[in-house]
């Protein structure tokens, strides 16, 4: 299955910034998903990153905030803008396998945290 | 859009009894339905699948069955073992179109000895 690299692993941040999280595949994929996981909650989908167009945001998730970039079909990036306290979560990327049976594999995360 | 309802939220189970976790979906156009694993602190782990053209398949200890026309699965673990204790979600996706998978509100799973 595909190896995802997701960095950084976690981050304490001051309310009002912003934090960019990378994730690195190692091999090409068509689609990149970025998840966020609420402290004891499940995982929600924010958007899907597409190369050469622009992400698909869920409902209740704006481009605004959460800017995402695909330069590559191996890259993506997911940046939380303007954080406040309630931003605090684990961010994780998955990617679908793409060999049969391999389902999605999950980057390992960034647990961030706004101060 | 899709939604997943997944019971119980917590169950414990003694050391080598079996644990059975239940989802029902909603889009009837589903049609793959992965089990994770989420130990504490780290990422989901895939621990088996399903697809809509099967009704159960197993793995060593895990099985899965799926009922596409009341539109639910089932996770069934068996000989439960203490390292089985961990979060659980189901999750549901429109297979080979690289569709989000849409997940349950897992169940953690406790096993006493």
């Known amino acids: 299955s595909a190896v995802i690299s997701q960095k950084p692993s976690r981050d304490i941040c001051q309310r009002g910034t912003s934090l960019t999280i990378q994730c690195q595949v190692d091999s090409q994929v068509t689609m990149m998903f970025w998840y966020r996981q609420q402290p004891g909650q499940s995982l929600t989908l924010i958007a899907t990153a597409n190369q050469g167009s622009e992400a698909t945001y869920e409902s209740g998730f704006v481009i605004d905030k959460f800017p995402i970039s695909r330069p590559n079909l191996t890259f993506s990036t997911l940046t939380v803008s303007n954080m406040s306290p309630e931003d605090s979560s684990i961010y994780l990327c998955?990617?679908?396998?793409?060999?049969?049976?391999?389902?999605?594999?999950f980057g390992s995360g960034t647990r961030l945290t706004v101060v | 859009g899709e939604n997943v309802e997944q019971h119980p939220s917590t169950l414990s189970v003694q050391e080598g009894d079996s644990a059975v976790i239940k989802c029902t979906y909603s889009?009837?156009?589903?049609?793959?339905f992965p089990w994770y694993k989420q130990e504490l602190g780290k990422r989901p782990q895939l621990i088996i699948d399903i697809r809509s053209n099967v009704g159960e398949k197993k793995d060593q200890r895990i099985a899965v069955t799926l009922n596409k026309t009341a539109k639910h699965f089932s996770l069934h673990i068996t000989e439960t073992q203490p390292e089985d204790s961990a979060v659980y979600f189901c999750?549901?996706?429109?297979?080979?179109?690289?569709?989000?998978?849409?997940f349950g509100t897992g169940t953690r799973l406790q096993v006493t000895l």
């Open positions: 889009d009837s156009a589903s049609n793959y």
């Open positions: 998955s990617v679908e396998a793409l060999q049969e049976g391999y389902g999605y594999t």
């Open positions: 999750a549901a996706s429109i297979d080979g179109t690289a569709s989000k998978l849409t």
